[in-house]
T-cell receptor, first 113, second 113 residues
Framework: DTGVSQNPRHKITKRGQNVTFRCDPISEHNRLYWYRQTLGQGPEFLTYFQNEAQLEKSRLLSDRFSAERPKGSFSTLEIQRTEQGDSAMYLC???????????FGEGSRLTVL | EDQVTQSPEALRLQEGESSSLNCSYTVSGLRGLFWYRQDPGKGPEFLFTLYSAGEEKEKERLKATLTKKESFLHITAPKPEDSATYLCAVQGEGGTSYGKLTFGQGTILTVHP
């Protein structure tokens, strides 16, 4: 399978715990994006990497959120001290430079109790 | 700030009953308008990119069109397997990356046999 891979697919955690999601993009794609989607809404942009550089972050990305892409390949999104409002689907997408269309993974669903 | 509004929120059709979904947008210079399909619990699947008014794209029973203020997704003789949420997104020139998309809330399409 050469698509975007995300894991875990589902995560249930208690308020205050830390969680980490991993994304493996399509191998030839140098751009990687994180989006968040809540029920009944479209995805909202969180952050963007070109290779290993994080070039843009949304104001939605509070200080409790951190994303990395250490070698320009896979990426991680960590949420510290989770809150119930963090419950959502976290989507990763990738693209080639110059291409507008994004290819999304299946998403990681977070439930904070 | 870029904005996307989709209508209707939900659409129920009988198999074979053609219809259209609407996407109205405001953007500071359109780089691209994108249509995605999303099945429950899955990530969005790319369908079309439109770049300029008057452009049309087709794929099987779907045809997307674009004007300066809105886009339509026409569904001809739909089948039950076309049931999904259809998302519209725009990328404006105000963004610094091709992947920073602004999504609408989606139209939930249900096709009954």
């Amino acid at each position: 399978d050469t698509g975007v891979s995300q894991n875990p697919r589902h995560k249930i955690t208690k308020r205050g715990q830390n969680v980490t999601f991993r994304c493996d993009p399509i191998s030839e794609h140098n751009r990687l994006y994180w989006y968040r989607q809540t029920l009944g809404q479209g995805p909202e942009f969180l952050t963007y990497f070109q290779n290993e550089a994080q070039l843009e972050k949304s104001r939605l990305l509070s200080d409790r959120f951190s994303a990395e892409r250490p070698k320009g390949s896979f990426s991680t999104l960590e949420i510290q001290r989770t809150e119930q409002g963090d419950s959502a689907m976290y989507l990763c997408a990738s693209s080639t430079e110059g291409a507008g269309e994004l290819f999304f993974g299946e998403g990681s669903r977070l439930t904070v109790l | 700030e870029d904005q996307v509004t989709q209508s209707p929120e939900a659409l129920r059709l009988q198999e074979g009953e053609s219809s259209s979904l609407n996407c109205s947008y405001t953007v500071s210079g359109l780089r691209g308008l994108f249509w995605y399909r999303q099945d429950p619990g899955k990530g969005p699947e790319f369908l079309f990119t439109l770049y300029s008014a008057g452009e049309e794209k087709e794929k099987e029973r779907l045809k997307a069109t674009l004007t300066k203020k809105e886009s339509f997704l026409h569904i001809t003789a739909p089948k039950p397997e076309d049931s999904a949420t259809y998302l519209c997104a725009v990328q404006g020139e105000g963004g610094t990356s091709y992947g920073k998309l602004t999504f609408g809330q989606g139209t939930i399409l249900t096709v009954h046999p």
